[in-house]
């Protein structure tokens, strides 16, 4: 399955990404590739998440981060909605 970003998600994940750069530039970067090679896999397995907060989502937990993607299987593609910090609401 094909994995698409939706540019909210895409600009979350960069102001996130962003916010650790200002501290800590290789942290960053490293953090930013971790998330978009989880999404990849949730391209393999879509069902691996668990059911979302909004009906027709599912979330998934970024090992290691305390990052959570939401996203939706919309026909034959996984669509990354949003990146949040599990800690923010």
């Not at 090679?37 to 949730?42: G, K, Q, R, S, W």
């Not at 998934?60 to 990354?80: H, K, L």
Request: hydrophobic share 40%.
């Amino acid at each position: 399955m094909n994995v698409r970003w939706t540019v909210p998600a895409a600009e979350q994940l960069e102001q996130a990404c962003g916010y650790i750069a200002e501290s800590n530039s290789a942290a960053a970067e490293e953090v930013a590739q971790h998330v978009i090679d989880t999404t990849e896999v949730l391209g393999k397995c879509p069902g691996a998440g668990r059911s979302g907060r909004v009906t027709g989502t599912r979330e998934f937990s970024v090992p290691g981060t305390p990052f959570v993607v939401a996203y939706a299987v919309i026909d034959d593609a996984v669509c990354i909605l949003a990146v949040y910090h599990c800690a923010r609401k």
